[in-house]
């Protein structure tokens, strides 16, 4: 079992960067897919970027060239890098786990979910 932490959110103007981190507790995070998500106010769960165990990275066409997703398995942590951010990457991003294989970019293909942190992106 692994426990979530995210860190990092905040405001933020149109254009600027962020970088949420991802801290999981448990000595085998290694062995753990991550993917990120966010939730914006009244809308799903959009899926926003997946890191494999061996650190093979994915992202939806909507955050291709923005965001980075990166892990560093000493520390156990998954890090996301957003620049050029915009008032639509509002919402709460939450990290997830899960020791499946192949991407996941669906929330029923992670087991563990941190408590999420807001990011706000004003215009």
């Known amino acids: 079992q692994v426990q979530l932490v995210e860190s990092g959110g905040g405001l933020v103007q149109t254009g600027g960067s962020l970088r949420l981190s991802c801290a999981a507790s448990?000595?085998?995070?290694?062995?753990?897919?991550v993917g990120w998500f966010r939730q914006a106010p009244g809308k799903e769960r959009e899926f926003v970027a997946h890191?494999?165990?061996?650190?093979?990275?994915y992202y939806p066409d909507s955050g291709k060239g923005r965001f980075t997703i990166s892990r560093d398995n000493a520390k156990n942590t998954v890090d996301l890098q957003m620049n050029s951010l915009k008032p639509e990457d509002t919402a709460v991003y939450y990290c997830?786990?899960?020791?499946?294989?192949?991407?996941?970019?669906?929330?029923?293909?992670?087991?563990?979910w941190g408590q999420g942190t807001q990011v706000t992106v004003s215009s």
């Open positions: 997830a786990a899960s020791r499946a294989s192949g991407v996941g970019t669906r929330e029923t293909q992670y087991d563990y």
């Open positions: 890191i494999s165990r061996s650190g093979g990275t």
């Open positions: 448990g000595r085998t995070f290694s062995t753990y897919r």
